[in-house]
């Protein structure tokens, strides 16, 4: 079961849906706030439907920056951060989210005011096309 969700993830990412990517740590309050507060209502949302989500939350904030704490899959996109001027200037402010499409990082923004402010509405307008 867990292959096949992996596989139809594949797929879907190969299609060229949207991908959300939220990045926080266990000891943050902010990203507390965001795992409590905003990612239920934005689960329970028809744009979470229409998109692929996926979540890097370890225990500690110095494990963001570690390949291991990185999906395989999604490497590629702590380098291409690492390596952008906000990633050198400012590290993981977190909650961070980047939302990818057709393997690119297309917009991120980081806090719960980033989130509710600037890639909620992003999210609506990119899928607003989309079916659910």
Do not use: H
């Not at 590629?76 to 402010?93: C, I």
């Not at 977190?94 to 057709?102: S, W």
């Not at 991120?108 to 307008?125: A, C, F, I, K």
Request: glycine letters at 6%.
């Amino acid at each position: 079961m867990v292959a096949t969700a992996f596989v139809a993830r594949i797929a879907s990412a190969q299609a060229g849906r949207p991908m959300l990517v939220f990045v926080g740590d266990q000891t943050s309050e902010d990203c507390k706030v965001w795992r409590t507060q905003w990612e239920p209502l934005f689960v329970a949302s028809p744009v979470y439907k229409k998109l692929d989500y996926r979540v890097i939350y370890p225990e500690r904030s110095a494990l963001l920056s570690k390949q291991q704490t990185w999906p395989a899959d999604l490497r590629w996109l702590l380098d291409t951060f690492l390596m952008s001027q906000v990633g050198v200037q400012e590290g993981f402010e977190v909650p961070r989210f980047f939302l990818v499409q057709n393997k690119q990082v297309t917009f991120s923004t980081s806090g719960n005011n980033g989130w509710r402010e600037v890639m909620w509405p992003t999210l609506q307008d990119v899928t607003s096309g989309q079916p659910g």
